[in-house]
């Protein structure tokens, strides 16, 4: 749904119009004199990355910027890539006070594809349904599961993944159920800690659906609270090119929930390398989509062995250099400069990607089987390492006579399901659960 605010904001004592639509903030400065104002006045109204506005209904706004952009002579305007509404139900209540509140509830098909649609799930249901009070007046009723629990700037969270059945009185069928993403704390600070609770959540529903991108429904703040004199949201600006989330892909609950807390750390305390992390397009595999998997990999290596090292490649580099160093003073000042720049290299040298592939490839090997790997993956999965480094080196160097193969395709998927393995395994998944959730990265994800 597509709103609109207007109101007016002060500018140094001034008051100014302004719109707000489709994530852009317009300021209206007018073209009559003394009503122009410079970038410098107008980004005064910017507080620790925030706006702060009301408009003329209802209404109190919490703007996130991006950055300022041109719109016209004499309109300032501001991209957003998000913002807080808070609805007040009574135009006279209170709005001075800060802003905090005490939950965040996700919803996102995502998060319905985490369970299995089985005996255990339906009967789920069976019994919000049969919870369901008319005398009550019971609009919404929910049942939980096991209770999670991150930290974020040292203050702990709980995540719940709760099951609601919500009444729908003007629905042919009467109930709408959904899973949902709760989160809660009694102390939830202020605009930026819903806005990082909320990209740390999205992150976590990319990770598990293997999605590039995804956008996050209305995300409901203070859900069902009665306390508060408003109504709260926040919402996120829709990514262009969003993946369609396969159900079959989605990693499945009962195979994270011992170490959801765990995969949300990792997630806030950025060990995650989600730059790097997917193709830019589902259905096409280019050549850096090749290179950003081995940097993915290789981050997610140095998190989970952040003290490897290759003792026989240093061994022999240490030699070399002292050999070489003893032999500078054969050298005059001209070829020196030359000398030290490449005695330097020699020194920075640390080709260990092959390496860490062979390793990581034998615990991938040791989960999941040789035989399932041969069928899921490739059959040519034992030189895998050997041909990641090659393309890796070839690409880097811009190598253009080298030739890619249908192979190395299927080593990208390979190395991706590697990674996550890395990742997982950080989490201090079992090795059961690890399996099952790689399978959901194979070519049969069912």
Not at 349 to 370: P, S, V, W
Not at 375 to 384: C, G, K, L, Q, V
Request: hydrophobic residues 35%; charged residues 25%.
């Amino acid at each position: 749904m597509k709103y609109i605010f207007n109101g007016y904001v002060d500018i140094d004592g001034t008051k100014y119009s302004y719109t707000f639509s489709d994530f852009v903030l317009s300021i209206h400065a007018g073209d009559r004199p003394g009503q122009h104002i410079g970038w410098e006045q107008c980004n005064q109204i910017i507080n620790d990355g925030w706006i702060h506005i009301w408009d003329l209904s209802q209404n109190e706004l919490y703007l996130r910027v991006e950055r300022p952009m041109y719109l016209s002579p004499g309109e300032y305007g501001y991209a957003i890539s998000g913002y807080v509404r808070l609805f007040y139900l009574d135009r006279k209540s209170e709005r001075n006070s800060p802003f905090t509140c005490h939950n965040l509830l996700f919803k996102h098909p995502v998060i319905d594809f985490l369970f299995d649609c089985d005996n255990e799930y339906i009967q789920r249901i069976v019994s919000l349904f049969s919870s369901w009070s008319d005398d009550a007046r019971t609009y919404d009723t929910r049942t939980d599961r096991h209770t999670h629990k991150f930290s974020l700037s040292g203050t702990e969270y709980q995540i719940h993944f709760p099951t609601y059945c919500q009444y729908k009185y003007d629905a042919p069928f009467p109930f709408h159920v959904f899973n949902a993403i709760f989160i809660d704390n009694a102390n939830i600070q202020g605009v930026n800690d819903v806005w990082q609770i909320a990209n740390i959540v999205k992150l976590f529903l990319q990770l598990i659906s293997q999605s590039r991108t995804i956008n996050l429904d209305e995300v409901s703040l203070d859900f069902m609270s009665s306390e508060n004199p408003y109504n709260a949201w926040l919402y996120m600006r829709p990514e262009q090119n969003v993946s369609i989330s396969n159900r079959e892909r989605v990693l499945k609950y009962k195979d994270i929930k011992e170490c959801i807390g765990n995969i949300f750390d990792q997630i806030s305390g950025n060990q995650i390398y989600f730059r790097s992390l997917f193709n830019e397009n589902d259905a096409i595999i280019r050549t850096y989509d090749i290179m950003n998997i081995c940097a993915a990999f290789e981050a997610q290596f140095d998190i989970l062995e952040p003290k490897f090292k290759d003792k026989t490649q240093s061994d022999i580099k240490k030699k070399m250099v002292n050999h070489l160093a003893s032999h500078r003073t054969e050298y005059d000042d001209t070829e020196a400069v030359y000398f030290d720049a490449i005695l330097n290299g020699l020194k920075n040298f640390n080709d260990t990607l092959q390496k860490r592939l062979q390793i990581a490839l034998d615990e991938f090997i040791r989960i999941y089987g040789e035989d399932d790997i041969c069928f899921d993956f490739s059959p040519e999965y034992r030189t895998m390492p050997k041909r990641i480094k090659d393309t890796r080196n070839a690409l880097d160097h811009g190598n253009h006579t080298y030739q890619l193969t249908s192979l190395m395709f299927k080593d990208t998927e390979l190395l991706r399901a590697i990674t996550y393995m890395l990742i997982l395994k950080k989490a201090n998944m079992s090795d059961t659960n690890i399996r099952a959730c790689l399978k959901r990265l194979s070519k049969f994800p069912y």
